[in-house]
């Protein structure tokens, strides 16, 4: 390695989840899925009582790393690491020196110093954080790395479906929109697999990655055909610059197509459940009247966001070295 | 559309429908604006009750022609050309089905266009109308149109016309989009910088005259692009117009490939060559620019073997002032609705490919490329057929010009072919109160 201090830290992992950082659900077997989701269902208790405090995280660091501006997941983070007692700093690209052209490695270099326990990484690029990881001392959390991986919201969908359906297993899932650009689709598809549910991709073919075909999914391209036997419609944000001529034609033929209304989702099965992973367009992706229909599960994402980011924060702890 | 109600039975014909790959005395037997019967067994059963008997001594029975690249001026230049006069070009010239260039002021780029098209097609047309819509917005090649809208809408086929889409990463979108619709891609390949500010085909007979080439490999290297993107993309692909046989090589090994590809050619291109430029003739500017003889026959005995597979007029009128300017000032195109089938005659008189050949290029190709019914003699196809007498020769009178635009680059020649009777959905229409 390197030959900083961290590489002669003694860490003892824990069985039930030995990573020492979660860059991706690639690589997350389904014990270890499954023990993520279980601590998570015990910290959706915990912030639904007056008293939203545990101390597993007490006197630790954690720090908020967000090179793309995300108030919704850096928010659910921050209120993570807080319920779990730590001490929580953000620090985003606009205050950071990165726009004084301080490199990646300087940037970790500096973080390293300040001997933080908990490194969340937002960044526009694909496999930033991976290389972040490997020259920081802490755990890291990948908060999304461009269109590569978003692990945690993949996991907090895995926990909304588990809540409503029991098991994940067995389930038809749709995965709608923009896949190519897509860091949410791409962690999906992996743990969807992974649990043993059957996953859908439906979107216009400019908008699907190529070799689409080789990733254990069915691949759709008219909507219609795509929802029908879906247990769960997974809709995904259609970014404002790719929607009028370079991907999609316009707003209104991407909505026609492939927006999800009433009359698409009644191809689904008549229990289907909406979800996205916000920020939403409605008129775009999804009409406002399914965002906010009784099959939408949008609002509760959100509460099981920080649900599972607690649970992710509170695994990572416990394989942290006791010692300094 | 002028029906006839009453039955219609075509006598002592040649039947040619190469659909069916019929070439027959016989009769041809109309009910209901469709075909009832065509052939030598069609009056086996007699003919229906109070039909229209027409006796055609021995003349032509074919399918009316489907015209792939008709530019009318309508909306927006219609001093040039409307659909009504685009029509009645049509008609005389054996033409039952035109496909209409969304290359318009507005162009054709919103689905409320294709509507008002095929409205005023509705109120104005005497033949059957189906408009083509635009690649990009505004013709522009940068942002892909509303295929899906726009086909839904009516629009038979996508076209960016005689602009070529020089980005490939569009154009490769493009063809990759549309195959969710199943949408045909019609694309005039050119290399715009190699084409550069070039007139007319690059050569010894551009460099005497003082005029700017545009050599074939602005065409070829552009189609061999495109096939690599058609492959890439898996696409719905027709090349609008090549004029050069190494494009109808790179054509040829793409179909060898099996991708989804057809090619188009020009009336003009197969029946003219460089040296008809003369004078500067401006009626003869033409893009792509006519080539050599070489070029020409070259582009005949793909036409032959089957590589192109439809012949369009690449009707386009211009007037005195788009046209009456310096050779490299004026506009290209060249009128080709009356005269399509009588200059495709040359190629059959001289031997170079059969009637019946002559006809699947204007008919039933066209036909099966854009999935449309018409172009051909079977029962139930729509009753779109044109009586032509193949030996008849006519002068290319500038008078007698339906079109509003007068440039024929035909004008006072003799032409051989003449079409008697064009029949469309049943009704017939008469050439002298056209």
Request: proline share 5%.
């Amino acid at each position: 390695m390197n030959g900083s201090s961290m590489t002669m830290k003694t860490t003892h992992r824990s069985t039930a989840f030995p990573h020492r950082h979660l860059l991706g659900i690639e690589g997350l077997q389904p014990p270890h899925i499954n023990y993520l989701l279980d601590l998570a269902d015990e910290a959706v208790e915990v912030s639904r009582q007056v008293e939203k405090q545990k101390a597993v995280l007490r006197g630790r660091t954690q720090i908020n790393l967000f090179f793309e501006a995300s108030t919704r997941t850096q928010s659910s983070f921050e209120l993570a690491g807080k319920r779990l007692g730590a001490d929580v700093m953000n620090m985003s690209v606009s205050t950071s020196s990165v726009k004084k052209g301080e490199t990646l490695i300087d940037t970790a270099a500096t973080l390293n110093a300040m001997r933080p326990d908990l490194l969340v990484v937002r960044h526009h690029a694909a496999g930033a954080v991976h290389l972040l990881a490997r020259k920081v001392g802490c755990a890291v959390v990948n908060a999304g790395d461009g269109p590569h991986e978003h692990p945690t919201q993949a996991l907090l969908d895995a926990l909304t479906i588990r809540r409503h359906k029991g098991t994940l297993g067995g389930l038809t899932v749709a995965i709608c929109g923009d896949i190519r650009h897509s860091r949410v689709a791409r962690s999906n598809i992996i743990l969807l697999s992974n649990m043993g549910a059957r996953v859908r991709v439906i979107a216009p073919s400019t908008l699907l990655p190529s070799g689409i075909h080789s990733m254990g999914v069915e691949v759709f391209t008219d909507m219609r055909e795509g929802l029908k036997g879906c247990d769960i419609v997974m809709m995904l944000r259609l970014q404002r610059e790719r929607m009028s001529g370079a991907f999609v034609p316009s707003v209104r033929e991407y909505f026609r197509y492939h927006g999800l209304d009433s009359e698409k989702l009644s191809y689904a099965n008549p229990d289907a459940l909406v979800m996205h992973p916000g920020p939403m367009n409605r008129g775009v992706e999804i009409s406002a009247e399914v965002a906010d229909g009784p099959q939408s599960l949008i609002r509760e994402q959100v509460e099981m966001g920080v649900a599972i980011r607690m649970a992710v924060l509170e695994a990572l702890a416990q394989n942290l070295p006791d010692t300094p | 559309m002028n029906k006839n109600v009453k039955p219609l039975v075509l006598t002592n014909a040649r039947v040619i429908d190469p659909a069916n790959s019929m070439d027959e005395a016989g009769a041809v037997i109309v009910q209901d604006g469709t075909i009832l019967a065509a052939g030598a067994d069609a009056l086996n059963q007699g003919a229906p009750d109070g039909a229209q008997i027409i006796d055609c001594n021995g003349a032509v029975v074919a399918p009316g022609l489907i015209d792939i690249g008709v530019s009318v001026g309508e909306p927006g230049a219609e001093h040039r050309e409307t659909l009504e006069s685009a029509s009645r070009a049509a008609a005389v010239g054996g033409v039952t089905t035109i496909l209409t260039s969304p290359n318009t002021d507005p162009v054709i780029d919103d689905p409320a266009l294709v509507d008002f098209m095929l409205r005023r097609a509705r109120d104005t047309a005497l033949v059957n109308v189906h408009p083509m819509a635009a690649l990009t917005k505004g013709l522009a090649g940068k942002d892909m149109s509303e295929l899906g809208l726009l086909k839904e809408a009516g629009a038979i086929a996508f076209s960016n016309d005689r602009l070529p889409i020089t980005n490939s990463s569009v154009l490769v979108r493009l063809l990759t989009y549309a195959r969710d619709f199943d949408a045909l891609v019609v694309h005039q390949a050119q290399d715009k910088d190699l084409a550069g500010s070039g007139v007319m085909n690059a050569g010894l007979r551009a460099s005497w005259l003082g005029l700017g080439g545009i050599p074939r490999e602005a065409e070829f290297v552009a189609i061999e692009r495109d096939m690599r993107l058609v492959a890439m993309a898996k696409g719905k692909y027709h090349a609008r117009l090549i004029s050069c046989p190494q494009s109808a090589q790179a054509i040829q090994r793409a179909k060898n490939d099996g991708l989804n590809v057809t090619a188009g050619i020009s009336i003009n291109h197969l029946t003219l060559n460089e040296n008809d430029i003369g004078p500067y003739r401006t009626f003869h500017k033409m893009s792509p620019p006519l080539r050599t003889e070489d070029d020409r026959q070259a582009m005949v005995a793909a036409l032959a073997d089957g590589t192109i597979d439809i012949i369009m007029s690449d009707h386009n009128p211009q007037d005195v002032e788009t046209k009456r300017h310096p050779f490299a000032e004026a506009e290209d195109g060249a009128l080709g609705l009356e005269t399509m089938l009588g200059a495709g005659m040359r190629l059959v008189l001289n031997e170079d490919i059969s009637l019946s050949k002559l006809l699947a290029t204007m008919t039933c190709n066209p036909a099966d490329r854009l999935g449309l019914p018409a172009g051909r003699l079977s029962k139930g196809a729509p009753a779109d057929l044109i009586v032509f007498d193949p030996q008849k020769p006519w002068i290319v009178e500038k008078d007698k010009i339906r079109s509003r635009s007068k440039n024929t680059p035909y004008e006072d020649e003799t032409l051989t072919g003449r079409v008697l009777t064009t029949i469309v959905a049943g009704g017939i229409l008469d050439h002298d109160a056209i």
